[in-house]
């Protein structure tokens, strides 16, 4: 799977506008980016995924570049409740037979502060 | 909301011990997982199930043993335990997202595991 880079943490104040990076140069016409989080003592869960356009759900916006070798998560206005580990996935196209398997890098850590 | 539940939340054994982490989950998804985390590190996937009685090992090695008998449950078993396997494991079970077979994937809470 090809390979995605995050900055390891980031700061915001509350109410404020957060963008998340990631960088992944190496991605293939058939890979989707996911992003997961991961709030403190929990599991990660689903926060949003695209694979050309840029996205909007209630949780947040993907913005995705035109060559997509990066992307970036938007959090319109973050709050305390955001603060977590923010993770950046590659998927390919499903393949039958096979799970969906995660590829969970580092994350970036996000500090919300008031 | 997702339903997946997993037992016990903190576990504290001595060494050589058997023990089950069980996982349940209420969404009659076929696609189960298992990953281990160890504290402020990545998620590493170590089990995964396509559905009943089909199951597979991960990207990480691990000395564990999973089954699945039913669609609900995936537990994990550790014959003897050791304090390398102090850990924390989480599960997680996934459902089709539409289009290109996108699944979004469900995690429970994690069991955190000591062994001494």
């Known amino acids: 799977d090809a390979k995605t880079t995050q900055p390891n943490s980031m700061e915001s104040n509350e109410e404020e506008p957060v963008h998340l990076p990631c960088n992944h140069s190496?991605?293939?016409?058939?890979?989707?980016i996911h992003w997961y989080r991961q709030l403190p003592s929990q599991g990660p869960e689903y926060v949003i995924h695209?694979?050309?356009s840029n996205v909007n759900n209630r949780m947040a916006s993907l913005a995705i570049a035109e060559d997509r070798k990066s992307s970036t998560l938007i959090l319109h206005r973050a709050t305390l409740r955001d603060a977590a580990v923010y993770y950046c996935?590659?998927?390919?196209?499903?393949?039958?037979?096979?799970?969906?398997?995660?590829?969970f890098g580092t994350g970036t850590r996000l500090q919300v502060t008031l | 909301e997702a339903d997946i539940y997993q037992t016990p939340r903190y576990l504290v054994i001595g060494t050589g011990k058997k023990i089950t982490l069980e996982c349940s989950q209420t969404?009659?998804?076929?696609?189960m997982y298992w990953y281990q985390q160890d504290p402020g590190m990545e998620l590493h996937l170590i089990h995964y199930?396509?559905?009943?009685?089909?199951?597979e090992k991960g990207d990480l090695s691990s000395e564990s043993t999973v089954s699945r008998i039913r669609t609900e449950h995936f537990p994990l078993t550790l014959e003897s335990a050791r304090p390398s396997h102090t850990s924390q494991y989480l599960c997680?079970?996934?459902?089709?997202?539409?289009?290109?077979?996108?699944?979004?994937?469900?995690f429970g809470p994690g069991t955190r595991l000591l062994v001494l």
């Open positions: 997680a079970s996934s459902e089709y997202m539409g289009a290109r077979g996108q699944e979004t994937q469900y």
């Open positions: 190496t991605i293939s016409g058939t890979d989707y």
């Open positions: 695209g694979l050309t």
């Open positions: 996935i590659l998927r390919r196209f499903w393949v039958t037979g096979t799970a969906s398997k995660l590829t």
């Open positions: 969404m009659g998804h076929d696609k």
């Open positions: 199930s396509y559905g009943v009685n089909s199951t």
